[in-house]
């Protein structure tokens, strides 16, 4: 049986937090390096973009690994990368495509493995092997200092299904993208009613209904 913790125990913890800027601090405080993320947004609300920038201001903190299994290496996958200028993290980035469950955890359990890891989509990565079961233990259990980013489709508002509402439930940070503005609605927010702008022009455009 485990101790019980006092309320000093639980004070006196530590966490290595995300020492990042403003722009990010702002709507989503500092959340710990290894806290576990769960990004919905409809088709064309910016989640996509909001994605791929989180990942390289991730960079700045260690290797970041994008799975992705909803767009693999397409051409507007290529495009996204162009415009938000990811090569200039080049060595800090990768992109593997259709890998399964148990692949990627061969590949983060080796020595200097990748810090960060994006899951796109839960739905998507359903095929891959990646069911609830898997993440929660993988995210609790096996690989507890690594962070995961899980990104969900939705429907009606919603996440798309039971499996990503649950997910949804296990990540310390939610966040939700609408009109290329992304708001947190976890457990580390940071400024009340703050947002981050995924994309100015677009929030121009859909706030005059263009």
């Known amino acids: ?46 989640k996509s973009s909001f994605v791929m920038q989180l990942g390289k201001e991730l960079c700045k903190y260690g290797t970041v690994l994008y799975l992705s299994y909803e767009e693999g290496v397409n051409q507007s996958f290529q495009r996204r990368m162009g415009y938000l200028k990811m090569n200039e993290v080049q060595g800090r980035f990768r992109v593997v495509a259709g890998e399964t469950y148990e ?39 096996l690989l507890p200092k690594k962070c995961f980013i899980f990104v969900s489709m939705e429907y009606k508002s919603q996440p798309l299904g039971k499996p990503a509402m649950r997910v949804k439930y296990l990540a310390d940070m939610k966040v939700r993208v609408v009109g290329y503005k992304a708001y947190c609605q976890g457990r580390a927010i940071g400024e009340a009613g703050s947002y981050y702008v995924v994309w100015e022009e677009g929030i121009i455009q859909t706030s005059n209904n263009l």
């Not at 639980?10 to 769960?38: D, H, M, Q, V």
């Open 1 to 46: 049986m485990k101790r019980a913790l006092t309320p000093r125990d639980i004070a006196a913890k530590k966490w290595k937090t995300l020492p990042w800027g403003e722009r990010w601090s702002k709507p989503f405080g500092f959340p710990a390096e290894n806290a576990s993320w769960f990004i919905s947004g409809a088709s064309a609300s910016g």
């Open 103 to 141: 692949e990627v955890v061969v590949r983060l359990k080796r020595p200097k493995s990748p810090k960060f890891v994006i899951v796109d989509s839960v739905q998507r990565a359903e095929n891959a092997g990646w069911d609830y079961e898997k993440i929660e233990r993988t995210v609790t259990a």
